[in-house]
């Protein structure tokens, strides 16, 4: 396929990209290499192990809940300024990490694989505006837990025969009525991928995660992609307090809009905080590419 540009220049279009555009999502190979996988890897079991509750990837007797900071959906890490880690920045991103350890009599057993949550990170009647991304950072197979998606569900949201009201919002969890009609619209996709891939997907593709339930662990960053210049600089300035601050930031980076829970100890499902930082254990450090990704002109 390919593509015309402003100045009349045809190139062609990666199969990749015209995935994305028809299904409203795709998978990029090989994006990150096998030894920054390998050391995302260490660092992030070392990170789990730093916080003093005695997780030890190597002893499973020490795969529970009690030893390992509070997370939401068994492994999704959005605070304890994750972000900013100097590990996490290696693969650049205000947003989190994934380290799910695998559930079951092999794993993890003191807590259950995630229910689906279908979602969207825009409003369903809004049009296109960013593209969400997983950088897939260990084989993640169809048991392997990560991303599920209705394919195609990003081009019918103005089908919906209900329609939607209410205000403006930036993301609308499905209800189980609105869910039906999409799945009996659109084909159910575990998104599987190899270490090093890049998994991306239009934000208003209906979505969820899943929880690993094989042998192997889950780790991932989520990264998000929008165009520097729809940004304005007032979005550019908070993105700025964000990174001084080592906070973390919602999926849509051109707003420069905080994550929540940023500001509170997270909590587990007994009440207990089970370990909180507001300061990465290795920060990464402040250099002129890293203020250039954070969103500050030269």
Known sequence: MTITSTTGIETKKPQWQHDLERDGYCVVPG??????????????????SGFGLGFNVN???????????????????Y???????????AIRTFDGINVSLPLGPQGQRDI????????IDSD???????YQGIANLAPNGQKDGGLCVLRGSHLLHSQYPAGFDGPATDAHRFTEEEFEWYQSQCETVKVCADAGDLILWDSRTVHWNCSPVGTQPRLATYVCYCPRD?????AMERRLTLWRERKGSTHAPHKGLMARGQEEPPRRLDGSEG????????????????????????
């Open 31 to 48: 994006v990150v290499d096998a030894a920054a996988c390998r050391a995302f890897e260490e660092s992030a079991w070392a990170w789990l």
């Open 124 to 130: 369903p009647r809004a049009p296109f505006s960013l």
């Open 59 to 77: 002893d499973k007797s020490t795969w529970t809940a009690a030893h390992l900071p509070s997370s939401a959906f068994g492994g999704l890490y």
């Open 79 to 89: 605070q304890h300024s994750v972000q900013h880690e100097s590990f996490v920045w």
């Open 275 to 298: 370990g909180w930082r507001t300061v990465p254990k290795k920060e990464a450090m402040e250099t002129p590419e890293v203020l250039a990704l954070v969103g500050l002109r030269p």
């Open 112 to 119: 259950q694989p995630t229910k689906p949550w279908p979602h």
């Open 230 to 234: 729809v940004a304005d600089e007032e």
